[in-house]
């Protein structure tokens, strides 16, 4: 009986062990989100945006202010915060892609793979800009349909603006 009391006892530590680390992980990833939050709403203020529309993606926020036509993004990397501004009035096209990687398989066999799926801006003048939703090293696989369904109800929403406003004299 006293070995079922052990064994009992070390199954229970072990599980407490893990119930605590998983704590703490998500303690910081929630103070990290929140940091990221802060960050981001301060950026907006920063540039006088008032947001209608937001994101919250694993490592990035976007906003839209639909009357300054302007998008924040804001994405997190390597315990920084970097942030852009599109303006929607040098959008030439805004689509949604998805970028496929190859993986070799042995004998001359590539693999595809979905690597990414990112929200396309083509410049007017500029170098064109991306939003990523998906990203195979970030996301699980099980999340790339929900994803690619956000960038495209982000693509519907933009395409709309894609207009630009009519300049009174």
């Not at 009391?5 to 990833?29: D, E, P, Y």
């Not at 993606?57 to 501004?85: C, E, W, Y």
Request: glycine share 4%.
């Amino acid at each position: 009986m006293s070995t079922l009391l052990i064994a009992a006892i070390i199954i229970g530590s072990i599980a407490a062990i893990c119930f605590v680390l998983v704590s703490i992980h998500n303690k910081h990833k929630r103070e990290a989100m929140n940091e990221l939050l802060k960050n981001f709403h301060e950026s907006g203020t920063e540039n006088g945006l008032s947001f209608s529309s937001q994101e919250v993606l694993k490592n990035s926020i976007l906003g839209l202010d639909g009357v300054h036509r302007k998008i924040l993004v804001m994405t997190q990397k390597d315990n920084a915060h970097v942030s852009f501004l599109i303006n929607l009035n040098e959008v030439k096209n805004c689509s949604v892609k998805k970028i496929y990687g190859s993986l070799n398989a042995g004998e001359q066999k590539q693999e595809p793979y979905l690597e990414k799926i990112v929200l396309h801006f083509d410049m007017i003048g500029k170098s064109s800009a991306e939003i990523v939703f998906y990203q195979h090293f970030d996301n699980h696989i099980y999340e790339t349909l929900e994803l690619e369904q956000k960038a495209k109800h982000w693509e519907a929403i933009l395409s709309k603006m894609q207009t630009p406003l009519k300049k009174t004299a």
